[in-house]
């Protein structure tokens, strides 16, 4: 099991730029493919972006694509997520998870077993 503290989140104008963190303990953090999800109010929690082991592969959700990157630096068993050009529509609760890397990089929920408890973006318009 790995324990996972999400930081970073906050109010920021629409256009604006956001970085999220979420630091790893408890279990090998290079064991794990990472990934960020988020959850607005009335909504279901959906995929936003995932990480290989190593952090040479990356996948993101159509929706964030060229606006958001994340990568990871296992010296420092951490993930980030940067947020360029917010929206309006990124307001959301974000959750970082890890699930086993023999999974490769995925986006499916299912596979992550391990979750943080999240972190506010809101972004005004």
């Known amino acids: 099991q790995v324990q996972l503290v999400e930081s970073g989140g906050g109010l920021v104008q629409a256009g604006g730029s956001l970085r999220l963190s979420c630091a790893a303990s408890?279990?090998?953090?290079?064991?794990?493919?990472m990934g960020w999800f988020r959850q607005a109010p009335g909504k279901e929690r959906e995929f936003v972006a995932a990480?290989?082991?190593?952090?040479?592969?990356?996948y993101y959700a159509d929706s964030v694509k060229g606006r958001f990157t994340i990568s990871r630096d296992n010296a420092k068993n951490t993930v980030y997520l940067q947020m360029n050009s917010l929206k309006p529509e990124d307001t959301a609760v974000y959750h970082c998870?890890?699930?086993?890397?023999?999974?490769?990089?995925?986006?499916?929920?299912?596979?992550?077993?391990?979750w943080g408890q999240g972190t506010q973006v809101t972004v005004s318009s």
């Open positions: 408890g279990s090998t953090f290079s064991s794990y493919t």
């Open positions: 990480i290989n082991w190593s952090g040479v592969s990356t």
């Open positions: 998870a890890a699930a086993p890397r023999a999974y490769g990089l995925v986006g499916a929920m299912r596979r992550y077993d391990n």
